[in-house]
Nanobody, 115 residues
Framework: QVQLVESGGGLVQAGGSLSLSCEAS????????MGWYRQAPGRERELVAD???????GYADSVKGRFTISMDNDRSAVNLQMNNLKPEDTAVYFC?????????WGQGTQVTVSS
């Protein structure tokens, strides 16, 4: 069983930066990918960024050039550096971890960007 704990959310003004972290504990072996989704009120959960164990990275078009995802070498944590934040980035951010054929989720962390 894998547990994921996110940290780093908060309130920031537009144009500011936040860094999110997600740490995995438990049997975090054979990790194939980690990443971040977000969900704003009244909207579906959407993929923000992901990274595979092989180093392949993907970003949503809306965050390209502003957000940077990284994974620790031992694949026990994934980080999301968010720069030039916009009010439309306001959402609950969830990290995930793919292990074998299962996906684990964190509890979510709130990011609020004021205009």
């Amino acid at each position: 069983q894998v547990q994921l704990v996110e940290s780093g959310g908060g309130l920031v003004q537009a144009g500011g930066s936040l860094s999110l972290s997600c740490e995995a504990s438990g049997n975090s072996f054979s990790v194939s990918a980690m990443g971040w989704y977000r969900q704003a009120p009244g909207r579906e959960r959407e993929l923000v960024a992901d990274i595979t164990s092989g180093g392949m990275i993907g970003y949503a078009d809306s965050v390209k050039g502003r957000f940077t995802i990284s994974m620790d070498n031992d694949r026990s944590a994934v980080n999301l550096q968010m720069n030039n934040l916009k009010p439309e980035d306001t959402a609950v951010y969830f990290c995930y971890l793919d292990q074998l054929c299962r996906r684990y989720w964190g509890q979510g962390t709130q990011v609020t960007v004021s205009s």
